[in-house]
């Protein structure tokens, strides 16, 4: 069984940095997507980025480009997401999460992902 572990958040300033990480247990991410989510509190959870094919694909929400980066390091089977120039808006859970990887869908979307982790808070001050 997959199980995925999010760590790596914590309280920062406006501008500073964060870097998540996402530990998989029990599989690779060979032939998976795997994503990351933020859920404000009363919110939805929306798609942040997601990384396909050891990086090969990746995504970025509008709301992050150009802040977020997404990287995984296969020898220690984790997924990073570096989060720059944070705003009071990142404030949220974050979760990673994983789907198998296949043609067509729409992998910013919560709906195509079958494991998640429990997540990790982010606490942007302004």
């Known amino acids: 069984e997959v199980q995925l572990v999010e760590s790596g958040g914590g309280l920062v300033q406006a501008g500073g940095s964060l870097r998540l990480s996402c530990a998989a247990s029990?599989?690779?991410?060979?032939?998976?997507?795997i994503g990351w989510f933020r859920q404000a509190p009363g919110k939805e959870r929306g798609g942040v980025s997601y990384s396909a094919n050891s990086g090969e694909i990746t995504w970025y929400a509008d709301s992050v480009k150009g802040r977020f980066t997404i990287s995984s390091d296969s020898a220690e089977n984790k997924v990073y997401l570096q989060m720059n120039s944070l705003k009071p808006e990142d404030t949220g859970g974050y979760f990673c999460?994983?789907?198998?990887?296949?043609?067509?869908?729409?992998?910013?979307?919560?709906?195509?992902?079958?494991?998640w982790g429990r997540g990790t808070r982010v606490t942007v001050s302004s």
């Open positions: 999460a994983g789907g198998v990887v296949r043609a067509g869908p729409d992998f910013s979307s919560a709906e195509e992902y079958g494991v």
């Open positions: 029990g599989s690779t991410f060979d032939g998976f997507v």
